[in-house]
């Protein structure tokens, strides 16, 4: 027994010995309290949120002389994740040893040169997880960015730094790479929206290949219009009006793998179509069984996962078989520098890194048989109308810095959802839906292979048109209590949290007056 308990053993029934001790207990809570909103204080107050690997300024080509169209990105920001090259720059992998082992690029990133041409200005290049080999975001090297919505908690990556940027209104949008939900996970974490495309339709030339069956150029915004826009830019595509039925297919085995309530995720999108034209009523589908019973190769690997989530052990199957074509494809590319430069790595990425270099390729032809059927599988499911409606993660953020790092399952729950999307090529779309006990919500929309306008037309129509009725309806009755509060809602989802506020103010000042 130490000195101190024995002490209190001793002297239990003195009462002015628990007086001493309480003080000293609620002592010790005030400062850890006063240092905990210090730290918050400190983080916050930090100029660009940690998220920037290097500033610069890239000044987009000139507008081209009439008749020729206004240049679609004109006037706004952006930031890139230090994955694209960009000329007279080193492209730095995340990582110093990756940085310190490779010259300046000789051309522009495909990417970047595609927004300047539409008349955007690159401001810099934003931190990631290191080799692209994490899904938190943190980096021990640069520093972990962070996260404006909640400070304690990771950012979520390995676009971290991408994410921060946009959700801290250092820049109007974001461009990053998406492999095994890279974009969609710190979307979700930040409470922003982030667009992972179809699988080859934005050109990967001057980017660092991760994983090249996966890999993905995906970009995020706090404003669905801006994704719109920066969507239509890089997809080169066109305005012409096409209306179609659109048809939402809700993933009840993921919703319940979710801790947001329903009435904060699935129910908010259902209300938000109600009242649309052109939907028809949403389905609901086992999604767990549906896969089992489409991707027969996947039968293997369901009887090697462990610590399988009730109802949805198929989905884990399918996520593993992800996180293990990407560790094939990371040794193919980058087996011969890992081994020569032996880079310094935190430990969490070296454990993925060696992981991979250690990964035996006989499998590899199953792997990407069961990637075949499940793009298969999920193109029969939506045909040319549907969407998939899952939440984007199934957990909150991980709080930074954890002693005992994160458990594998709480990251195994985080692959699950972003599996599907990424094995079956399909586009993507993370829109935030507020919070909930203080986290960003945030649910996904999946359409089959190619369908990356109707999906970005079907997210701007949805938003928009909420907000434009709620504000008609207002404007119709200055005292229309509940189109205050449906449109604050409307605006809270489109990340407008100042116009929400306004909003939930003129909402409660008008019931107090009835």
Known sequence: MTKPLALIKEHASNPKLWVVIGVTVAGIVVLAETRRR???????????????????????????????????LSGLTFAIKDIFDVKGYVTGFGNPD?????????????????????????????????????????????GTPINPQMPSFVPGGSSSGSAVAVAAELVDFAVGTDTIGCIRIPAAFCGIFGFRPSHGTVSMIGTIPNSQSLDTIGWLARDPSVLHRVGYALLQLNNVETRRVRRLIFADDLFQLSKVPKHKSEYVISKAIGNLSGYQPPKHINLDQYIASNVPSLKGFRGESTNLENGTSTLKALSSVMVSLQRCEFKTNHEEWVKSVKPKLAPDVSNHVVAAINTKQEKVKTLYKIRTETQACVQSLLKDDGMLVIPTVADPPF????????????????LIPSSIASMSACCQVTVPLGKHDGCPISVSFISYHGADKFLLDTVLDIFQQ????????????????????????????????QEAAQDEIQYNSEKAVD
């Open 38 to 72: 210090r730290r918050k204080a400190m983080l916050m107050n930090r100029e660009d949120f940690g998220a920037f690997v290097e500033r610069f300024q890239i000044l987009p080509f000139p507008q081209p002389p009439p008749p020729a169209a206004k240049q679609s």
């Open 98 to 142: 990756w940085r310190r082992t490779h010259d300046v690029a000789e051309k522009m990133g495909m990417v970047v040169t595609a927004l300047l041409k539409n008349g955007a200005t690159c401001v810099g290049k934003t931190v990631m997880d290191e080799l692209g080999m994490g899904i938190t975001g943190e980096n021990m090297h640069y």
């Open 399 to 414: 709080r930074l810095n954890a002693k005992k790092g994160y458990p594998a399952e709480a990251h195994d729950r985080a």
């Open 466 to 497: 909420a907000e434009e009725d709620c504000g008609k309806a207002i404007s119709l009755d200055k005292k229309n209590v509940k189109a205050y509060l449906r449109r604050g809602t409307a605006r809270e989802s489109l990340v407008r949290y």
